[in-house]
């Protein structure tokens, strides 16, 4: 399942040094500068290591965010606001906007810069499993955790983190409302793709199916209607993925509708449906070929190409002609003009974001070494600084390799 779903780019951003000579008057404070420095330096390798697991993604982002909330908590006993918040500037691009990239002062912009590419990377963890052949048991519900986790994190930066930014997030910026929904919903949708696979592979109930697909295709085209105000120049060929999704999945759960009224002796019925779900697969099909030419961000993926978009078309068309072949000879029933409606509800298979917590304040980030940060001093001229215009160059991300297609998410 290579190149089964779309993925825009990593966030980019300029180096920081932590150099505060002058303000960090202490061995320890001067130890959590230089520890900052190389977590950070650490964190964003991983982001582009094809070996990387979600064990040591996640250890390498604790140490870095573990460090870094001694820049944020308070460390003085009070209520007031860390001093140390706004002493570095920090600089990203986002997913949707190439290089031109946000600049703050302010440490709570860089933990959630960091922690928005976290979930980015969840997402392409998946992708890339996904794309493995043979896929496991196992390795499918890793591909299935990783996106709940992904939406767990993009979720609390949105409820918890994003709102504390004094500089609140421009328009068309990875932080603001309607791209970080559309993350979650994304993240959601594809989380319960799998949970569709493998209801499939293991012959569950249609009902149960169908019901997931349509839940499935709502959450689609919720993620479209989220853009829908977003900057056409960056949003279109995102939206264009989301409307292929919303349509295949719509084609899926008339599909298995169909064969839920055709046991329950309502051939009309499943046959009206099962035309619908050819209509919404043909429309899948096209929009396919409208998405590959699209210009965007992104990686462009190929669902099209994959046998379990294949395998739906033929699974239509069979069902489609066994219902109109039992029709004519023991129902005969009239096939209704409209098609019958999807109140269908999911009780299983429904993907929650994982909730998601920050690690504890590292153990070097004392009060104590807190007092020896001195800002009366004031931090000496960062070479870095010279560079601050400096248009940030985009990350190299490792190619996809296609594999062999077996047609499924789960063997």
Known sequence: MTHWFHRNPLKATAPVSFNLYGVASSPAANKICNDLRTTRARLLDMFTD???TPEIMKKSSDEYFALLQGFILPLDGTTQENKLRFIQNFRWTDTLQGNIASAQQDAVFELVSMAFNVAIWYTKFASRLAGKENITEDE???????LKIAAGIFKTL????IPRLITPAEKGRDLEPRVIDTYI??????????AIARAIELNHNASLIAALSFETANFYQKADHTLNTLDPECSSKWKKYLQLKQHFYMAYAHCYHGQTLLAGDKCGEAIRSLQEAEKFYSRA???????????????TAKPSEQLFFKKLGTFIKNTLEKCQR???FIYFHKVPAEAPALELKASYGLAEPSSFELPPLSAQCTPEVYTSFDLTKGPKEDKAKAKHDEEIKPVKEPDLKPQKDTGCVVS
């Open 50 to 52: 094809t070996t990387c």
């Open 140 to 146: 499918a519900k890793d591909v299935h955790k990783s």
């Open 158 to 161: 949105k409820e918890t983190h």
């Open 185 to 194: 919903v994304q993240s959601q949708a594809e989380a319960q793709e799998v």
């Open 285 to 299: 099909e096209a929009l396919c070929k409208e998405y590959r030419q699209m210009k965007g961000p992104g990686s």
């Open 326 to 328: 039992e029709n004519s």
